[in-house]
């Protein structure tokens, strides 16, 4: 029996890739679970414990701190383990780091906690995104990638809900416990992944890329371009290290993966996320109205990625910058001023957090989804491995930057000058994608490959 006849249709073969991609694009719900389970633990770890600013700015960070040795190592990981692999091992450590975190006996424990629960987030935020660009046809690339952020988001907003329901007892290890459940709930999911065709030709397993592609596309047609458009790029000896030693054009790209990821952190989204509550307290509000308002937060965040989703294969990649960047300009200035002038009454407090969801609705339509969309997108297939990690880990190292600054910032320079500092970043970032980062929307990967190897302008290489 031929391949054609046993070739799924096309309308199952999309059914396996979408139902494939939201199960990887999980990962992301590891990520976002313990982004905002920390935010409403803060002020009940601090009564506990009763430590300083500057120690919760270390308990929250350390999380970034191992995210970002994860993802260093999650670039050797994928490449010899797998993409799959690499997922399971993360998945693993998620469960074994919530549990630690929850039964904590000191803040010096809790910092290690944190320490292993960045580790998994780390090679899942790495492997995930590489996994979804490998897996997806380009004509709904950006959308699977996309549902990566939303997953973040989702996880968000229910460790913001969660925490909202145990902030009456103040039993935070619960808070930070509880999170072990999804967690192996995605370990078993991950198991019955497919691994990525594109490391299967990696490893020379040939046959099992193509029986994949086959479940993955439905056309036996297709499963040969793009078969052929894969052992194309794998011609080229180079790759990781060496490849970035020596081919300047492959430096372009990495250099501007990490851009990209410096770029999203410091748009100042993940100090709303890690220190909502305390943000809330700045305005006025009291302990409950804080968890509540960290919750619309979530929500918020959620419903403004399916704005990314529907527009990132339609408009494009830039122009959703362009907007994103400017929401977020705008937001942050104006919670400066407010905060500059005073919130003295119900009426400036409602409308300084409008003006933060603004702010929120900015990055989860934009820079949220689609920083991971082209990090996974301009890097070559024999150096993607190398190239995502060091984009990456710059996340990681940002995030921890922001994380272990921003009391810091309010306690140093004032509340408003420090939301200030924020906007006037998303104003650099406007002008930085015009002139470096490029639309590839609709472009397959070996085409912004062989752009990229060409010499061609960054901002040109989706061309």
């Known amino acids: 029996m031929n391949a054609q006849a046993i070739a799924p249709s096309s309308a199952q073969s999309k059914a396996t890739v979408v139902f494939v991609c939201i199960l990887a694009a999980l990962a992301g719900l590891m990520f976002g679970l313990d982004v905002g389970v920390i935010s409403g633990a803060t002020q009940f770890i601090q009564a506990e414990y009763k430590v300083s600013d500057h120690t919760i700015e270390w308990i929250v960070s350390a999380m970034m701190f191992g995210a970002a040795a994860g993802a260093l190592a999650a670039s050797w990981l994928s490449g010899h383990l797998g993409r799959k692999r690499s997922l399971v091992l993360g998945a693993v450590l998620f469960v074994i780091g919530s549990l630690l975190s929850g039964m904590a006996w000191s803040p010096e424990t809790l910092i290690a906690s944190r320490v292993v629960l960045g580790m998994a987030i780390g090679i899942a935020s790495f492997t995930a995104p590489l996994y979804l660009a490998e897996v997806a046809p380009e004509y709904i690339r950006g959308a699977m990638i996309s549902t990566y952020q939303l997953m973040i988001t989702i996880g968000i907003l229910v460790a913001f809900l969660s925490d909202t329901a145990f902030s009456y007892s103040g039993a935070w290890r619960w808070m930070l416990g509880i999170i072990a459940v999804p967690g192996a709930l995605f370990l078993l999911g991950v198991l019955f992944l497919p691994d990525s065709p594109r490391w299967l030709l990696m490893r020379g397993r040939r046959q099992e890329a193509i029986d994949v592609l086959q479940r993955l596309r439905g056309d036996s047609d297709v499963v ?105 300009a705008v937001g942050l200035a104006v919670v400066g001023l407010m905060m500059h002038n005073g919130i003295h009454d119900q009426g400036t407090q409602i409308f300084t957090v409008a003006m933060l969801l603004m702010f929120i609705v900015g990055f989860a339509m934009s820079a949220g989804p689609l920083i991971w969309t082209l990090c996974s997108e301009i890097q070559p297939l024999k150096g993607r491995d190398f190239g995502i990690g060091c984009s990456t880990f710059t996340n990681w190292a940002c995030n921890y930057l922001v994380g272990i600054s921003f009391l810091s910032l309010l306690n140093g320079i004032g509340n408003a000058n420090t939301f200030w500092l924020y906007a006037g970043l998303n104003a650099v970032f406007i002008v930085l994608t015009f002139w470096l980062v490029p639309e590839t929307k609709g472009v397959t990967l070996e085409q912004i490959e062989r752009n990229l190897m060409s010499g061609k302008r960054l901002r040109d290489i989706g061309r």
Do not use: C
């Open 224 to 328: 040969s371009r793009e078969i052929a458009d894969i052992d194309e790029q794998l011609k080229t000896p180079q790759r990781g290290w060496h490849m970035f030693l020596e081919n300047r054009n492959f430096r372009r790209s990495v250099w501007l993966g990490v851009l990209l990821q410096l770029m999203q952190q410091f748009t100042g989204m993940n100090v709303v996320m890690y220190y909502a509550p305390r943000i809330f307290q700045v305005m006025g509000y009291d302990t409950a109205a804080q968890m509540w308002f960290t919750a619309l937060v979530g929500l918020t965040n959620v419903l403004a990625t399916f704005i990314a989703i529907a527009l990132i294969d339609r408009w494009g990649r830039k122009p959703i910058l362009y907007t994103g960047f400017t929401v977020m």
